[in-house]
């Protein structure tokens, strides 16, 4: 509980993978797939020009998920979320200027290939080259990377990020994009359909332009979050196996 003249805000890092194809063949020269965050421009200052999270004040009639789901909806428009939770919070005294304020920060994974409609000052950006920030917000987005990451190792987190159907290259590239390093398709089709995490449709993607054998197409077994496998832990390629 915060009292005296201590606000309180709640703040949302927001990810997507974009650039994804989901085709079974991608085109020739096609977008490399990358983890994006959302941001919004300030207008105002205190550090007009720079990006922020989206979020703002906790109203004294609401609570924190009924806050960040308002102020998603209302502020960028973005209500295509498949998972959200609340990370940490961030109450170092001189985080921004002005009265002392808290902030409670939350993830959201918005799944491809959904293409929310978003205002002219709000963007995604690749978290691996982000424009310059406005107070804190540059350690609350690596500390929800820094989440996801793990939560990729040991739950079916990757749900939140996928289509509803996909060939195991897309689900590769999903994994490659959040995890930030590659990962081999079969050994990630062969650790994650041993947890149950995913499974085949029967069906098959449409063959590209060159031909050849359709892939297969999988989906997610569930839509909600739970622990796969609690001590798991993908790493990258030459520190240990997949399934380690």
Same mark, same amino acid.
Request: charged share 20%; no cysteine.
């Given at each position: 509980?915060?009292?005296?003249?201590?606000?309180?805000?709640?703040?949302?890092?927001?990810?997507?993978?974009?650039?994804?194809?989901?085709?079974?063949?991608?085109?020739?020269?096609?977008?490399?797939?990358?983890?994006?965050?959302?941001?919004?421009?300030?207008?105002?200052?205190?550090?007009?020009?720079?990006?922020?999270?989206?979020?703002?004040?906790?109203?004294?009639?609401?609570?924190?998920?009924?806050?960040?789901?308002?102020?998603?909806?209302?502020?960028?428009?973005?209500?295509?979320?498949?998972?959200?939770?609340? !990370?940490?919070?961030?109450? =170092?005294?001189?985080?921004?200027?002005?009265?002392?304020? $808290?902030?409670? /920060?939350? @993830?959201?994974? %918005?799944?491809?290939?959904?293409?929310?409609?978003?205002?002219?000052?709000?963007?995604?950006?690749?978290?691996?080259?982000?424009?310059?920030?406005?107070?804190?917000?540059?350690?609350?987005?690596?500390?929800?990377?820094?989440?996801?990451?793990?939560?990729?190792?040991?739950?079916?987190?990757?749900?939140?990020?996928?289509?509803?159907?996909?060939? !195991?290259?897309?689900?590769? =590239?999903?994994?490659?994009?959040?995890?930030?390093?590659? $990962?081999?398709? /079969?050994? @990630?089709?062969? %650790?994650?359909?041993?947890?149950?995490?995913?499974?085949?449709?029967?069906?098959?993607?449409?063959?590209?332009?060159?031909?050849?054998?359709?892939?297969?197409?999988?989906?997610?077994?569930?839509?909600?979050?739970?622990?796969?496998?609690?001590?798991?832990?993908?790493?990258?390629?030459?520190?240990?196996?997949?399934?380690?």
């Amino acid at each position: 509980m915060v009292y005296g003249n201590t606000r309180h805000e709640v703040l949302a890092v927001v990810f997507q993978v974009r650039g994804l194809d989901v085709t079974s063949a991608p085109a020739a020269g096609a977008v490399t797939p990358q983890l994006n965050v959302l941001l919004w421009e300030r207008a105002q200052n205190p550090e007009r020009g720079a990006w922020s999270l989206p979020g703002g004040r906790l109203r004294d009639d609401e609570d924190l998920v009924t806050s960040v789901r308002r102020q998603l909806a209302e502020k960028v428009d973005l209500q295509e979320l498949a998972h959200l939770e609340q !990370l940490a919070v961030f109450s =170092d005294p001189g985080r921004m200027p002005g009265p002392r304020t $808290v902030a409670s /920060t939350f @993830l959201g994974l %918005v799944p491809s290939p959904a293409t929310p409609e978003l205002p002219s000052d709000t963007r995604w950006h690749p978290v691996d080259a982000p424009p310059a920030m406005a107070f804190d917000h540059g350690p609350m987005v690596a500390h929800a990377q820094a989440r996801l990451v793990a939560k990729m190792s040991y739950t079916n987190i990757g749900f939140a990020l996928a289509p509803t159907e996909f060939a !195991l290259s897309t689900l590769r =590239d999903i994994y490659e994009a959040a995890l930030g390093y590659q $990962v081999d398709a /079969t050994n @990630l089709q062969r %650790v994650l359909t041993r947890r149950k995490v995913i499974s085949r449709t029967g069906t098959t993607a449409q063959s590209g332009r060159s031909g050849g054998r359709p892939a297969a197409l999988y989906r997610f077994t569930e839509s909600r979050l739970r622990i796969t496998d609690e001590f798991a832990a993908f790493r990258p390629p030459g520190e240990s196996r997949l399934d380690s």
